[in-house]
């Protein structure tokens, strides 16, 4: 089954808005990372949280992580319309599975300039 | 240099053709890996090399070979590939520090594979 599973699948918002992304997962982790993709191209790492933090920020982007409700959560403020992508939530298996990387369904964000 | 790069960018081929696709990072990086991904979908993991060695295979069909020639090179070799796998095909690398889990991981912008 998906290890991470992200709502909403789809966020359309006004440039200056704000984007709100969540993403829930199963099994116990070790870290949790966000990535953004553009239309048709590579992923780009965002944020790494790790288990023992609760918050983490960069730039414009938020982080945060409940372990306890095993969530996590993406804000994005003030969003430009560059923003515009798909965003995934991504854990690792680890023990014996290290590098396994499983990536949540994804949120994909329109900025309207 | 915090680049992955891949190439070629875009192939077309045959369900006869034998193709191959590459990847190369110049960070160090002693974990390589590649992803499949279809439209509107996250990305799978296919493979994981580590130190050069093969340690995750995620029950890829036989008509996907992978190869880690050394360090810094990643091959994908295909051959009697199937419409159902026309993809885009990503590579990933990232540093291997014994004993801890999986860190960032650098992305290349993908091959876009298609199989006619």
């Known amino acids: 089954s998906q290890q991470g599973e992200e709502d909403p699948q789809a966020l359309s918002i006004q440039e200056g808005e704000n984007a709100t992304m969540n993403c829930s997962y199963k099994?116990?982790?070790?870290?949790l990372q966000w990535y953004r993709q553009n239309s048709g191209r590579g992923l780009v790492h965002l944020i790494l949280?790790?288990?023992?933090?609760r918050e983490k920020h960069s730039g414009r982007l938020r982080v945060t992580l409940d372990t306890s409700k095993k969530s996590s959560s993406l804000l994005i403020t003030a969003s430009r319309a560059a923003d515009t992508a798909s965003y995934f939530c991504?854990?690792?298996?680890?023990?014996?599975?290290?590098?396994?990387?499983?990536f949540g369904q994804g949120t994909i964000l329109t900025v309207h300039p | 240099d915090t680049e992955v790069t891949q190439t070629p960018k875009h192939l077309v081929m045959g369900m006869t053709n034998k193709k191959s696709l590459k990847c190369e990072q110049h960070m160090g990086h002693r974990a390589m890996y590649w992803y499949k991904q279809k439209a509107k979908k996250p990305p799978e993991l296919m493979f994981v090399y580590s130190y050069e060695k093969l340690s995750i295979n995620e029950s890829v069909p036989s008509r996907f070979s992978p190869e880690c020639p050394n360090s810094s090179l990643l091959n994908l070799h295909l051959h009697a590939l199937q419409p159902e796998d026309s993809a885009l095909y990503l590579c990933?690398?990232?540093?291997?520090?014994?004993?801890?889990?999986?860190?960032?991981?650098?992305f290349g912008p993908g091959t876009r594979l298609t199989v006619l």
């Open positions: 099994t116990s982790i070790n870290n």
């Open positions: 949280i790790r288990s023992n933090e």
């Open positions: 990933a690398s990232s540093s291997f520090i014994t004993g801890t889990h999986t860190d960032t991981q650098y």
């Open positions: 991504a854990t690792p298996a680890g023990g014996t599975s290290y590098g396994k990387l499983t």
